[in-house]
């Protein structure tokens, strides 16, 4: 138990020294323009929209998933299965998209679940799950976070894991830029948890973002 929790602080240290604490909340006023290489983009309003679009990238649809302002409440995680998939809320405030996993205790378990490389999202809020609100799997690469408010998830917001019989497949070349994470209560709901759960990975860039209470409860 001392070893794990010994762990996850040196986790959140590291974290902390790697960011660039602000006294502002960065948000893009004028969001950068994502497309997949075909230029092709989807629009969605709710969430079966939502899972339709992301079916479809995974079968040779558009790539680009552009939301509409809304809530919208997940009953389970959203895996993503095809390289390439970006996700972005269309009017590039973040509190306008708000990705809903319902509850801390017993709500959907993820908001993403990357098991393919190059997925990008931005400029929306992910909140409320029981175990990670973006969870990368082991060997996944040129991910980007930008412009999200990460909130209120059980475990760690953003989890980056790594095989131990493996070493050498490492998460490579990410990005967090203009990022908020936080707890709304002002502290977490248990001891083991943390903004970013890094475990194995090479080249990445924390940027522009902000702790916005502190994660561990004691």
Not at 12 to 32: E, Q
Not at 67 to 80: A, F, K, T
Not at 156 to 181: A, F, H, W
Request: aromatic letters at 8%; charged letters at 20%.
């Amino acid at each position: 138990m001392f070893a794990r929790k010994a762990a996850v602080i040196c986790v959140v240290a590291l974290m902390a020294a790697a960011m660039i604490i602000s006294g502002v909340h960065p948000v893009f006023a004028d969001p950068p323009e994502f497309t997949d290489a075909s230029g092709d983009e989807i629009i969605v309003s709710n969430v079966d929209e939502l899972l339709a679009a992301v079916s479809g990238a995974e079968s040779g649809g558009p790539k680009t998933i552009l939301m509409q302002s809304g809530v919208y409440p997940l009953d389970d995680m959203i895996v993503i299965g095809a390289e390439g998939i970006t996700v972005r809320g269309l009017s590039g405030n973040r509190d306008d998209v708000v990705l809903d996993g319902g509850s801390m205790y017993g709500g959907a378990s993820h908001i993403f679940n990357v098991y393919a490389s190059g997925f990008t999202v931005s400029d929306v809020s992910l909140c409320r799950v029981t175990n990670h609100a973006i969870q990368l799997q082991v060997d996944i690469d040129n991910v980007v976070m930008r412009n999200l408010h990460i909130y209120d998830a059980y475990e760690q917001l953003v989890k980056i894991p790594y095989d131990p019989g493996n070493m050498s497949r490492t998460c490579d070349n990410g990005i967090m830029e203009g990022c908020l994470l936080e707890y709304t209560a002002g502290t977490a709901p248990d001891y083991y948890t943390g903004g970013i759960d890094c475990h194995n990975a090479k080249n990445w860039i924390v940027r522009d973002s902000k702790n916005g209470h502190r994660f561990r409860n004691y």
